[in-house]
């Protein structure tokens, strides 16, 4: 049964709010309108750092990031990265590439209004329609309005997680002497400094990586001894040690799982990932989805295929899963929105397998799952094709993504060796 979609609501200006943006307007161009709510005076998102006016607070991209994606699978459908941009993107090459995606297929579109520094503080359901309340920077009264559709595409990178089982920890915090990787910035505050850094995720190698340039040592803590990088052995410089169990703020030593102390330790940085946080909705929806009347969880749940609340899909996320690529899945699963919202598809007796495990997928699963969001979309065309196609995983494509993590492995060995010249050289890390 066909549904009209009249005014959607469209939270967060990064990588899932501008593609859902671009790909409603070109498969349901007879929408009534669109808000488009931004929370900075910028589209971007996490790749936004206002370089002009050195604000940093809240920005979660330190200075010298690339990504760990080749540029052609990161690339949105039909939008390649210009040529002069490296295999593995800068942090503003990404920026660039996103304003120049911003201008190009939503900046003029008259169906669009975005709301400039305007933070979405609560939405809730009332009868057929949600009602979204945004904080309007520099106005005292606030933005309300009401939609039939929303989207959520807030991202997960603002609350940071921090393992609270280690004893002592919060002393280091009170001290200014243990940060989140969301505050790392450079490594230069690490010159001449003992420094630990938690976690093995791809930032926590590349925090490593650039703190090694001018520490005076840096303990690698990583839960799974056995997973450490070969990248590192033989660095005198660096370490890779067990999980920390417990810390002394006073005797400035770290307890770790295998009962080695590690002592005369300056600085400890968490690259620990984030928690959900999902506090801006009404509480039937948040405890639903996190589990926690808060809205804050490691993980979700009650979503089909990672997208749509089950008990109301009216309410769709981008970009929800872990370990994916993120901009053609944007585009991907908004073309699946469309579909959805407009009730060409009818997901409610559709069988899913997604929507009750983990958020994390990764490589190679991770094809699987934007090949079941094409299906879905496939099931639902009925002969039409939309103007707007997103990215195929074709065999081709799945081998590329096989690849990546040996693509990045190699990355890194280069960059360690530029570490090395820069510790020579008794220079900071810069790329």
């Known amino acids: 049964m066909s549904v009209k979609l009249q005014k959607l609501a469209i939270i967060g200006g990064g990588?899932?709010?501008?593609?859902?943006?671009?790909?409603?307007?070109?498969?349901?161009?007879?929408?009534?309108?669109?808000?488009?709510?931004?929370?900075?005076?910028?589209?971007?998102?996490?790749?936004?750092?206002?370089?002009?006016?050195?604000?940093?607070?809240?920005?979660?991209?330190?200075?010298?990031?690339?990504?760990?994606?080749?540029?052609?699978?990161?690339?949105?459908?039909?939008?390649?990265?210009?040529?002069?941009?490296?295999?593995?993107?800068?942090?503003?090459?990404?920026?660039?590439?996103?304003q120049d995606y911003h201008t190009h297929f939503i900046k003029d579109n008259q169906k669009v209004t975005i709301h400039w520094n305007?933070?979405?503080?609560?939405?809730?359901?009332?009868?057929?329609?949600?009602?979204?309340?945004?904080?309007?920077?520099?106005?005292?009264?606030?933005?309300?309005?009401?939609?039939?559709?929303?989207?959520?595409?807030?991202?997960?990178?603002?609350?940071?997680?921090?393992?609270?089982?280690?004893?002592?920890?919060?002393?280091?915090?009170?001290?200014?002497?243990?940060?989140?990787?969301?505050?790392?910035?450079?490594?230069?505050?690490?010159?001449?400094?003992?420094?630990?850094?938690?976690?093995?995720?791809?930032?926590?190698?590349?925090?490593?990586?650039?703190?090694?340039?001018?520490?005076?040592?840096?303990?690698?803590?990583?839960?799974?001894?056995?997973?450490?990088?070969?990248?590192?052995?033989?660095?005198?410089?660096?370490?890779?040690?067990?999980?920390?169990?417990?810390?002394?703020?006073?005797?400035?030593?770290?307890?770790?799982a295998d009962s080695q102390v590690l002592k005369d330790i300056d600085i400890l940085i968490y690259a620990t990932g984030y928690l959900y946080d999902l506090s801006i909705f009404d509480k039937e929806v948040r405890k639903d989805i996190t589990g926690d009347v808060s809205g804050i969880s490691k993980t979700v749940t009650n979503l089909f295929s990672h997208i749509f609340w089950n008990k109301d899909p009216t309410l769709a996320f981008s970009l929800i899963p872990l370990g994916i690529i993120p901009f053609p899945l944007a585009e991907l699963q908004a073309a699946l929105i469309v579909k959805v919202f407009t009730g060409k598809l009818d997901i409610s007796n559709l069988k899913d397998g997604e929507s009750s495990?983990?958020?994390?997928?990764?490589?190679?699963?991770?094809?699987?799952?934007?090949?079941?969001?094409?299906?879905?979309?496939?099931?639902?065309?009925?002969?039409v094709v939309d103007p707007f196609q997103p990215v195929k995983w074709d065999e081709r494509r799945k081998d590329l993504r096989l690849q990546c993590p040996d693509l990045k492995q190699q990355r890194n060995i280069y960059l360690h060796k530029l570490t090395t010249n820069f510790r020579a050289h008794n220079q900071s890390y810069k790329i």
């Not at 040592?217 to 370490?239: C, K, L, N």
């Not at 490589?363 to 969001?373: F, I, K, N, P, T």
Request: one cysteine or more; charged letters at 25%; glycine letters at 8%.
């Open 15 to 98: 990588p899932g709010g501008l593609a859902t943006s671009r790909v409603v307007l070109a498969n349901y161009p007879s929408i009534e309108h669109i808000d488009l709510f931004v929370n900075d005076d910028n589209v971007g998102g996490l790749w936004y750092v206002p370089e002009q006016t050195g604000d940093k607070k809240e920005r979660v991209m330190y200075d010298y990031l690339e990504t760990n994606l080749p540029k052609e699978l990161m690339q949105f459908s039909g939008v390649p990265f210009k040529n002069d941009v490296s295999e593995f993107p800068k942090r503003q090459d990404v920026f660039n590439y996103l």
């Open 118 to 256: 305007s933070e979405v503080v609560n939405v809730c359901k009332t009868g057929d329609n949600w009602t979204v309340i945004a904080e309007v920077k520099d106005s005292i009264d606030p933005f309300k309005s009401v939609y039939d559709h929303v989207v959520s595409a807030i991202g997960h990178f603002k609350r940071p997680y921090i393992p609270e089982s280690v004893r002592g920890l919060d002393d280091w915090f009170t001290h200014g002497a243990a940060i989140h990787a969301k505050d790392f910035h450079n490594s230069e505050f690490t010159r001449g400094k003992n420094v630990v850094v938690v976690g093995n995720g791809s930032s926590g190698q590349d925090l490593v990586n650039q703190v090694a340039s001018v520490a005076k040592h840096a303990y690698h803590s990583i839960s799974d001894i056995t997973e450490r990088s070969p990248i590192y052995v033989g660095d005198p410089i660096i370490s890779t040690v067990p999980r920390i169990v417990a810390t002394n703020w006073d005797t400035r030593t770290i307890e770790l």
């Open 357 to 383: 495990k983990s958020v994390q997928i990764g490589v190679g699963a991770d094809v699987e799952y934007y090949r079941s969001l094409q299906n879905f979309i496939n099931e639902a065309d009925d002969g």
